[in-house]
């Protein structure tokens, strides 16, 4: 059974490092007293300063209505070992499952919006809101990262990254090439 | 040394496959006389058909004025073999260098539109901009792919993966879940 993870704080401006690689996520919403997750792919960086992430929510989506009535979500990333939840959250609909019970996961308090951060994953990043211009069109979501948390153990974590078709690929190992790099690239 | 790697077509509803689990790409562009190569890690599938992609490419870039002025580019995934490659044209500007020349890699003609593949990495997607609204707010360009190519062995190449700080991630081993999910959500 996978357990809570202690967190600590981590700088909003550098969620980039979790998330440019692609993993797949966990979505967590809340409104009024109707929470969800949901299973996410489709998601960039869009800046540094303010921490601004694109994110895709179809509208066929239960969490759609709670992020659009909220204007919050947090951005949780699980480890592989939860790769069987991964799957069943997205398998169902919030709409007839409460997620949080079904797949006994455990809904931590935010400190800055009103969706619950899920304790089982290896970071958490608390997000509000911040452009709906495109949600219509593209049910794109522009979110600020308010508040980042990450585990001590994070850089040793294995992420999940989707490829469609129930095929996932696993993070792999890590190589540095700091020294060709340009230092004003260094961000 | 690379060498160019022989492609064939693939379906561009379909380029989820490659992009969504989030690899470093290099972005080829070209307007009149003038083609470049960019680097670029934030990017995400944004629907199925039309197969449309969006991707941030910062102003300070020169390809940023390219793309504008043609509407076309080709977004190329390397393999990790390349990666000091993928630093090198990340750390200086296509309005001082040829890139094609200076990295010794082989434009290909693309079929759908004027800006050329990039013929040493494994997948090329053909793409031609599809909306432009938010490229003035937060250089977000939404594309259209159009052409899609891959090559016989794009299953087995390593994919880089950025997390800042001139670190990259590698691609791991691949599970398949294909049994857990509902056959309705197999895309």
Redesign the interface.
């Known amino acids: 059974m996978p357990h809570p993870i202690a967190k600590q704080d981590f700088p909003v401006s550098?969620v980039?490092?979790?998330l440019?690689?692609?993993?797949i996520v966990l979505v967590s919403s809340q409104w009024q007293q109707h929470t969800n997750i949901m299973t996410m792919?489709?998601?960039?960086?869009?800046?540094f300063s303010p921490s601004?992430l694109?994110c895709?929510i179809d509208a066929g989506n239960h969490s759609h209505a709670l992020v659009c009535n909220s204007g919050e979500c947090v951005i949780n990333i699980p480890s592989?070992s939860l790769?069987?939840k991964v799957?069943?959250i997205?398998?169902c609909s919030g709409s007839e499952v409460d997620k949080f019970k079904a797949f006994e996961l455990t809904p931590g308090k935010s400190e800055k919006v009103g969706a619950p951060r899920i304790e089982e994953c290896y970071a958490s990043f608390e997000c509000r809101l911040h452009?709906d211009?495109?949600i219509e069109?593209?049910n794109?979501f522009?979110f600020e990262v308010v508040k980042a948390h990450e585990a001590p153990s994070a850089d040793e974590e294995?992420s999940l990254?989707?490829?469609?078709?129930?095929?996932?690929?696993?993070?792999?190992?890590?190589?540095?090439?700091?020294?060709?790099?340009?230092p004003s690239?260094?961000?």
Do not use: C
């Not at 792919?41 to 800046?47: F, I, K, S």
């Not at 990254?161 to 540095?176: A, C, K, T």
């Open positions: 550098n980039r490092h979790f440019e690689p692609g993993p792919g489709w998601h960039m960086v869009m800046a601004l694109g895709v592989a790769v069987d799957v069943g997205g398998n452009d211009a495109m069109r593209y794109l522009v294995e990254h989707y490829r469609g078709m129930g095929e996932f690929m696993l993070s792999g190992q890590s190589i540095d090439r700091t020294e060709l790099f340009k690239m260094l961000i």
